[in-house]
């Protein structure tokens, strides 16, 4: 019999102030971002680096590069993408947009072989992905198991107060899930996800749960805030996955 996952707790920081903030309130993982420019918006170069310096190692990094579209439309340009340390264990662009080119699994393809061999891929499934014009869930769960992609995010590309529970049932939540397992890949899930809404899916026993806004001060783009990161800690930790 296959144990439970244990989920582990993720929390999204835009420097290395918050990375330590983060890190001694209880976070599994952290997630370097910059909140300001959409879901996945790449921090800069400099500000991943100072997350890096500054964690030195304590807990797992893991960071956001941005839409791929506009990561291919800049190529050649100074970005993230050009610049991930070897230091991160995930790293992950967004598909927004992708749902209309015929060739994006390939450009996903080349993208990714960019990345240090220490560096594991992460796919990313829009909840939303009608509006975000993105590849349909199964389509990019597929193609995350052909690159071996490490984990298949799911989150919400638009960051207007909905949240992923607002987009999918707790059904189709476990439907991912399970999809995603069944090509041996792991499972984060993020999207606006309030302290209640962990409650919610934690006993579906995803492998990491993500979040930002829940953890600061007022919104997303706020301070993160110790005390809301313990108490997020505080939940995943005593979270009982549900038995199959």
């Given at each position: 019999?296959?144990?439970?996952?244990?989920?582990?707790?993720?929390?999204?920081?835009?420097?290395?102030?918050?990375?330590?903030?983060?890190?001694?309130?209880?976070?599994?993982?952290?997630?370097?971002?910059?909140?300001?420019?959409?879901?996945?918006?790449?921090?800069?170069?400099?500000?991943?680096?100072?997350?890096?310096?500054?964690?030195?190692?304590?807990?797992?990094?893991?960071?956001?590069?941005?839409?791929?579209?506009?990561?291919?439309?800049?190529?050649?340009k100074d970005s993230l993408a050009q610049h991930i340390p070897a230091e991160l264990l995930f790293a992950k662009f967004g598909l927004?947009?992708?749902?209309?080119?015929?060739?994006?699994?390939?450009?996903?393809?080349?993208?990714?072989?960019?990345?240090?061999?220490?560096?594991?891929?992460?796919?990313?499934?829009?909840?939303?992905?009608?509006?975000?014009?993105?590849?349909?869930?199964?389509?990019?769960?597929?193609?995350?198991?052909?690159?071996?992609?490490?984990?298949?995010?799911?989150?919400?590309?638009?960051?207007?107060?909905?949240?992923?529970?607002?987009?999918?049932?707790?059904?189709?939540?476990?439907?991912?899930?399970?999809?995603?397992?069944?090509?041996?890949?792991?499972?984060?899930?993020?999207?606006?996800?309030?302290?209640?809404?962990?409650?919610?899916?934690?006993?579906?026993?995803?492998?990491?749960?993500?979040?930002?806004?829940?953890?600061?001060?007022?919104?997303?783009?706020?301070?993160?805030?110790?005390?809301?990161?313990?108490?997020?800690?505080?939940?995943?930790?005593?979270?009982?996955?549900?038995?199959?």
């Amino acid at each position: 019999m296959t144990p439970p996952t244990t989920t582990k707790l993720v929390i999204s920081v835009r420097g290395p102030d918050e990375a330590l903030v983060a890190l001694e309130a209880g976070a599994d993982v952290i997630d370097v971002k910059e909140p300001a420019l959409g879901s996945l918006g790449a921090a800069s170069p400099a500000t991943l680096a100072a997350v890096v310096r500054r964690v030195a190692g304590r807990v797992p990094l893991s960071a956001a590069l941005g839409e791929l579209r506009d990561v291919v439309a800049a190529a050649g340009k100074d970005s993230l993408a050009q610049h991930i340390p070897a230091e991160l264990l995930f790293a992950k662009f967004g598909l927004a947009g992708c749902g209309k080119l015929v060739d994006w699994q390939q450009s996903w393809k080349t993208a990714l072989a960019r990345f240090p061999p220490s560096v594991a891929a992460v796919g990313v499934v829009y909840a939303d992905w009608q509006a975000a014009h993105a590849p349909p869930p199964w389509q990019v769960i597929a193609a995350a198991a052909q690159l071996e992609c490490r984990v298949v995010l799911v989150d919400t590309y638009t960051k207007n107060g909905s949240s992923l529970l607002d987009h999918w049932t707790l059904h189709d939540v476990r439907a991912h899930i399970d999809a995603c397992r069944q090509h041996g890949l792991q499972v984060a899930l993020a999207g606006s996800l309030t302290r209640d809404m962990l409650a919610q899916v934690l006993p579906l026993a995803p492998d990491y749960v993500a979040v930002r806004g829940a953890a600061c001060d007022g919104h997303r783009g706020g301070l993160l805030s110790a005390e809301k990161v313990r108490q997020l800690a505080d939940v995943v930790s005593q979270a009982a996955p549900l038995r199959s």
